[in-house]
């Protein structure tokens, strides 16, 4: 950005040499409108580069941190909410190893199902704890008692 700015710069500074070269004062005399007008275009437009270039312009800043979490050792699975919720044992098994973060192959690949299946008892898990995504859906599970 930097050496835009500089280019720019290098440029306005040949455009006022070319004004000197061409009889500055009588272009003023003659064209003083013009003149000024374009010079005061000259600076909004410099003005407007800065600007946007400070504003505009935002760093993105990711943090990563990585939690812990430990299993929980007396965990019991809510019986009531799966039965309540018409979740089959099939579709807890598929949420059980969604919460370990687990992809839809490799859920597959551990089941020994194919990858339609997984998708298909994803969607069905979904729409069961009424939620968009897999992480709304190890959550609401969460929330349930139904996943540690």
Known sequence: MRNKIIIYGLVLGVLIIGLKFAEYRFLIRSNSYEVYAALVAILFTAVGIWAGSKFVKKKEVLVIKEVLV???????????????????????????????????????????????????????????????????????????????
Not at 72 to 97: P, W
Request: net charge positive.
């Open 70 to 148: 430990e299993p929980a050792e007396n965990f019991e699975v809510n019986a009531n909410n799966l039965k309540l919720l018409s979740i089959s044992k099939r579709e807890h098994e598929v949420l059980l190893l969604m919460a370990q973060g687990l992809s839809n192959q490799e859920v597959a690949d551990k089941l020994f199902v194919s990858l339609n299946t997984v998708k298909t008892h994803s969607s069905k898990l979904f729409e069961k704890l009424n939620v968009q995504r897999r992480t709304q859906a190890v959550q609401e599970a969460k929330k349930l008692g139904l996943v540690p």
